[in-house]
């Protein structure tokens, strides 16, 4: 009897086996002919890590079943047939009842939300079939992170005049960190989008056209401008379409712009978002360098580094906790420096969030801002010698300060823990030692004779010598 049970077992198991072998078999070959084989080797390596668990979680839920139809079977009890059948219809009733199931089988099936026309935060589940479907229509782009040295030069002009900005929206593929791939949703394939200096009293004439690979709707919102939507009801492009609208900027200062196409939030923390300066009549000071920063917030799912193509995370939106945050896009590689400058240079940072959920509290590690516009507003209140100034979602802010000492400036959002998500960037300053502002050993030790200092470097630990 017993011997039976275990041959009963074996050909059970077998058939399981074989089953799952046929399934894969006939997947694979369904997938080369719907995807095209160029495009599934492409596909593959990015959705490596979710095929092993696709395949893991099958292999445990098969042997799971297995192992409960044979309890069942050994037993000869239709009660505990009936009981577990009970179990498994009691948890679906709990579910369902839990929250609303939301329409058009989005992910998570269970989300509901109370946003204006009833958008979810969420994609759509048949949309991540569409993405795969137009897979080789998507642009790999090598660094999504926008160049921080990319400030449009000062305005010199002393008359208003007409100003032609073109925007491309288009959502591609691209690194949030080694190995971790993320579909970017973009203006110009950057993140943030490519910053724009305008003068105040101008008139300008925004273009906009959606890339006929991009799969979703997108629009423009200029904080700078004064009408509704910001330009966003002037702006909605279909894909491959292309709309432009003017506005004439009435108020001096540092703004966001980003696409407001509803859900509004999921179109944000995909990428699209970027800064606009209106000069003011009169200019901004000169400065040796200006540099152009913006956080942003990622949504993905999994664990912070699960490798391969990430899929953005509704539910992590709405509780507004991104895996990671990003100055520029993307995390810094490998620490090297996108920024310098000089000793005894001035700067000037062009700061903005693109948000979705926090607050920014923009600080320079071993820095003082001489000056700080808050908020971005210019023709107001400034601010001296600030060590960190609040850059709220959907805001800005313009800080300046000059290099006294040679070595790195770590600009950070002093929420540290979120350093370890990636919002830090780093400016080298270059040059000589200013060793009567800043210098190891104690304050009797000479310093006037350059001869007797050792040149210390970030973070190297030297000493005065005597
Ligand atoms: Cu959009």
Same mark, same amino acid.
């Given at each position: 009897m017993k011997n039976e049970d275990t041959k009963d077992t074996f050909r059970h198991l077998g058939y399981a086996a074989f089953g799952l072998f046929s399934f894969g078999i006939v997947s694979a070959v369904i997938m080369i002919f719907y995807f095209g084989l160029d495009n599934l080797l492409t596909l593959l390596p990015l959705i490596y890590y979710s095929v092993v668990q696709g395949v893991a979680i099958t292999i445990a839920v098969v042997a799971l079943s297995f192992f409960v139809l044979r309890i069942v079977y050994r037993l000869h009890s239709k009660l505990l047939a009936l009981t577990l059948a009970v179990i498994v219809a009691g948890a679906l009733l709990y579910m369902w009842a839990d929250k609303t199931y939301s329409p058009h089988f989005a992910m998570p099936a269970f989300m509901h939300v109370y946003h204006p026309g009833g958008s979810l935060p969420d994609l759509p589940f048949k949309n991540v079939l569409v993405f795969i479907k137009n897979f080789k229509n998507f642009e790999f782009v090598e660094? =999504?992170?926008?160049?921080?040295n990319?400030?449009?030069?000062? =305005?010199? $002009?002393?008359?208003?005049? %007409?100003?032609? !900005?073109? %925007?491309?929206?288009?959502?591609? !593929?691209?690194?949030?960190a080694p190995g971790v791939y993320f579909n970017y949703w973009t203006f110009n394939k950057q993140v943030p989008g490519p910053m724009l200096r305008v003068r105040e009293g101008d008139t300008v004439e925004v273009t906009l056209t959606n890339h006929h690979s991009s799969l979703?709707?997108?629009? !423009?919102? %200029?904080h700078a401008v004064t009408g509704p939507g910001g330009g966003a009801t002037l702006s909605k492009v279909n894909p491959g379409e292309t709309r432009t609208f003017s506005w004439k900027a009435l108020n001096p200062g %540092? @703004? =966001? /712009?980003?696409?407001?196409t509803p859900n509004v939030s999921t179109h944000n923390s995909h990428g699209q978002y970027g800064l606009i300066l209106v000069e003011p009549k009169e200019g901004l000071q000169k400065v040796d360098k200006e540099f152009y920063i913006v956080q942003g917030e990622l949504y993905t799912k999994g664990v912070i580094g699960k490798k391969g193509l990430t899929i953005f995370d509704g539910d992590a939106l709405l509780d507004e906790e991104p895996n990671y945050i990003t100055f520029n896009g993307r995390i810094e590689k490998d620490g090297? *420096? $996108?920024m310098s400058m000089k000793v005894g240079e001035t700067a000037r940072i062009y700061v903005g969030n693109g948000g979705v959920g926090l607050i920014s509290s923009f600080h320079p590690i071993g820095e =003082? #801002?001489?000056?700080?516009y808050p908020e971005g507003g210019i023709g107001g209140n400034i601010l001296k010698n600030i060590q960190t100034t609040a850059v709220l979602p959907g805001?800005?802010?313009?800080v300046e300060f000059k290099a006294e000492i040679p070595g790195a400036i770590v600009l950070v959002d002093h929420a540290l823990a979120r350093m370890n998500k990636g919002a830090w960037a780093i400016i080298n300053v270059e040059g000589e030692e200013?060793?009567? !502002? /800043? $210098?190891?050993?104690?304050?009797?030790?000479? #310093?006037?004779?350059?001869?007797?200092?050792? *040149?210390?470097? @970030?973070?190297?630990?030297s000493e005065m010598s005597h």
């Amino acid at each position: 009897m017993k011997n039976e049970d275990t041959k009963d077992t074996f050909r059970h198991l077998g058939y399981a086996a074989f089953g799952l072998f046929s399934f894969g078999i006939v997947s694979a070959v369904i997938m080369i002919f719907y995807f095209g084989l160029d495009n599934l080797l492409t596909l593959l390596p990015l959705i490596y890590y979710s095929v092993v668990q696709g395949v893991a979680i099958t292999i445990a839920v098969v042997a799971l079943s297995f192992f409960v139809l044979r309890i069942v079977y050994r037993l000869h009890s239709k009660l505990l047939a009936l009981t577990l059948a009970v179990i498994v219809a009691g948890a679906l009733l709990y579910m369902w009842a839990d929250k609303t199931y939301s329409p058009h089988f989005a992910m998570p099936a269970f989300m509901h939300v109370y946003h204006p026309g009833g958008s979810l935060p969420d994609l759509p589940f048949k949309n991540v079939l569409v993405f795969i479907k137009n897979f080789k229509n998507f642009e790999f782009v090598e660094d =999504i992170g926008a160049d921080p040295n990319t400030v449009p030069p000062p =305005i010199n $002009r002393t008359e208003p005049a %007409l100003v032609r !900005i073109e %925007l491309t929206a288009q959502e591609v !593929i691209s690194e949030v960190a080694p190995g971790v791939y993320f579909n970017y949703w973009t203006f110009n394939k950057q993140v943030p989008g490519p910053m724009l200096r305008v003068r105040e009293g101008d008139t300008v004439e925004v273009t906009l056209t959606n890339h006929h690979s991009s799969l979703h709707h997108h629009n !423009i919102d %200029l904080h700078a401008v004064t009408g509704p939507g910001g330009g966003a009801t002037l702006s909605k492009v279909n894909p491959g379409e292309t709309r432009t609208f003017s506005w004439k900027a009435l108020n001096p200062g %540092l @703004y =966001i /712009y980003h696409c407001a196409t509803p859900n509004v939030s999921t179109h944000n923390s995909h990428g699209q978002y970027g800064l606009i300066l209106v000069e003011p009549k009169e200019g901004l000071q000169k400065v040796d360098k200006e540099f152009y920063i913006v956080q942003g917030e990622l949504y993905t799912k999994g664990v912070i580094g699960k490798k391969g193509l990430t899929i953005f995370d509704g539910d992590a939106l709405l509780d507004e906790e991104p895996n990671y945050i990003t100055f520029n896009g993307r995390i810094e590689k490998d620490g090297i *420096p $996108r920024m310098s400058m000089k000793v005894g240079e001035t700067a000037r940072i062009y700061v903005g969030n693109g948000g979705v959920g926090l607050i920014s509290s923009f600080h320079p590690i071993g820095e =003082i #801002f001489d000056t700080v516009y808050p908020e971005g507003g210019i023709g107001g209140n400034i601010l001296k010698n600030i060590q960190t100034t609040a850059v709220l979602p959907g805001g800005a802010a313009i800080v300046e300060f000059k290099a006294e000492i040679p070595g790195a400036i770590v600009l950070v959002d002093h929420a540290l823990a979120r350093m370890n998500k990636g919002a830090w960037a780093i400016i080298n300053v270059e040059g000589e030692e200013n060793p009567e !502002i /800043y $210098r190891p050993g104690t304050s009797d030790d000479p #310093f006037t004779q350059g001869s007797q200092v050792t *040149p210390a470097s @970030y973070g190297s630990g030297s000493e005065m010598s005597h």
